[in-house]
Structure formats: structure tokens, C-alpha cells
């Protein structure tokens, strides 16, 4: 079992910065990929970002590459999502989530767990 618990969203302007964490208990974490959803108002849950157990595989929606980076620390539990020159567009609540590494990784359903989302607000 794996519970997770996000933290550092907010408000913030457009071109702005927040990083968040994805903070895990149970020792299993480092077995497991940790991915980062959004979901906005109206709208299905979508893929942000994904990284492997070790961090040698990381994948990025193609609407956050270049400005989002996924990071995680195993020793201490917790995963990360830097996000730079944020857009309106980005507003959304932010789940991160875990699961064995597959194939496939964009789905809501290739994760077994999540974390209960953490507001993110850009404003223009």
C-alpha cells in the first residue's frame, strides 16, 4: 500500500513558478512510477508527466514539455513536479499517482494509487 499527499499549490501569474511535492509512506515507493495527472473544471483527468523507479524514464505531455520537470527523491519518499512559465491554461487541480512501471502510462487506470490533488490557479 502506498498513500500519497501532494502540497505546493497556489495561485500564481502567468509566466510564474510552483513546485510541487508528492509526499508517499509505506517503504514500497521506490518500486513504484510515479506519474502526475491534472484535472480541470469540466474537463477528464490528463497526463502531465512520468517517472520510472530509478528516474531513468521520464515522459512529459507534449502541452508541459519544455516548461514542467519531474524529479523524485526514493531516500526520502517524495516526488516532484517543477513547473515554469505557467499559462492560464495550466489552472487545473494536480493529482499525483502510483503504480508498477508498464508500457503504457498516460491513463488514469495504469496507476493503482493517488493522492487527493492540490489546487493550481494561473491567473492573466
Known amino acids: 500500500q502506498v498513500q500519497l499527499v501532494e502540497s505546493g499549490g497556489g495561485l500564481v501569474q502567468a509566466g510564474g513558478s510552483l513546485k510541487l511535492s508528492c509526499a508517499a509512506s509505506?517503504?514500497?515507493?521506490?518500486?513504484?512510477?510515479m506519474g502526475w495527472f491534472r484535472q480541470a473544471p469540466g474537463k477528464e483527468r490528463e497526463f502531465v508527466a512520468v517517472i520510472n523507479w530509478s528516474g531513468g524514464r521520464i515522459y512529459y505531455a507534449d502541452s508541459v514539455k519544455g516548461r514542467f520537470t519531474i524529479s523524485r527523491d526514493n531516500a526520502k519518499n517524495t516526488g516532484y513536479l517543477q513547473m515554469n512559465s505557467l499559462k492560464p491554461e495550466d489552472t487545473a487541480v494536480y493529482y499525483c499517482a502510483a503504480g508498477l512501471w508498464k508500457n503504457r502510462y498516460y491513463l488514469p487506470t495504469d496507476y493503482d494509487y493517488w493522492g487527493q490533488g492540490t489546487q493550481v490557479t494561473v491567473s492573466s
Open positions: 509505506g517503504r514500497t515507493f521506490s518500486r513504484y512510477a
